[in-house]
């Protein structure tokens, strides 16, 4: 098993291009997250999903997209790049059962100039 | 507003002492508690989970309480090794929520010779 996958390792993006951040998992898990964590705030949830197809904002949701066609795939779109999401995002998925651990990825480090 | 606090200084400890790491949190009701531990340049690892109705739990030489009345989880880490060196973070979980975890800011355990 893989795990968590994330792509790409490290990104530069110019202010207002757009990309997506590749994330997948193998574990057949249903829950699946975005995070970005920032020096001094800890991890903070963008979005989440529970199922394909079924997708939900977090605490920072703005200036990003998710959509969750498949239990394996959820990437997460930046609309229009902005300095302030420059950030390590991670993905991770869980379980709804048992001890409702996160498995995350190895991240991605994002650069907005 | 909900808060999670946990030492943002760093902790420096002996190798072979215990490592107490606290984390307190304010206007949440959590249904489970877990902590993770993370290293430099890499996603968190899922460590131990605690549940609302649980006092302690033990795995190895770690050991969580939990204490709703007082709203705090200690970390412990007993006959530290240099190798328990990293950031351990807390992170709050409410019911029907596997998905939609909390984290706070984490603190840094150096351990030393």
């Known amino acids: 098993n893989a795990g968590v996958t994330q792509t790409p390792k490290f990104q530069v993006l110019k202010t207002g291009q757009s990309m997506t951040l590749q994330c997948a998992q193998d574990?057949?898990?249903?829950?699946m997250s975005w995070y970005r964590q920032d020096p001094g705030m800890g991890l903070r949830l963008i979005h989440y999903?529970?199922?394909?197809?079924?997708?939900d904002q977090g605490e920072v949701p703005n200036g990003y997209n998710v959509s969750r066609s498949t239990t394996e795939d959820f990437p997460l779109r930046l609309l229009s790049a902005a300095p302030s999401q420059t950030s390590v995002y991670f993905c991770?998925?869980?379980?709804?059962?048992?001890?409702?651990?996160?498995?995350f990825g190895p991240g991605t480090r994002l650069t907005v100039t | 507003s909900q808060k999670i606090e946990q030492n943002s200084e760093a902790l420096n400890i002996q190798e072979g002492k215990t490592a107490t790491l606290t984390c307190n949190y304010t206007?949440?009701?959590?249904?489970?508690l877990q902590w993770y531990r993370q290293d430099p340049g890499r996603g968190p690892v899922f460590l131990l989970l605690?549940?609302?109705?649980?006092k302690e739990k033990r795995k190895e030489r770690l050991k969580v309480t939990f204490d709703t009345t007082l709203k705090q989880s200690l970390f412990h880490i007993t006959a530290s090794q240099p190798a328990d060196s990293a950031t351990y973070l807390c992170?709050?979980?409410?019911?029907?929520?596997?998905?939609?975890?909390?984290f706070g800011t984490g603190t840094r355990l150096q351990v030393t010779l």
């Open positions: 999903s529970v199922g394909a197809g079924i997708t």
């Open positions: 992170a709050l979980g409410e019911t029907g929520t596997a998905s939609k975890l909390t």
């Open positions: 605690i549940r609302e109705n649980e």
């Open positions: 991770a998925s869980s379980s709804p059962t048992g001890r409702y651990e996160q498995y």
């Open positions: 206007n949440y009701s959590p249904a489970y």
């Open positions: 574990m057949n898990h249903e829950y």
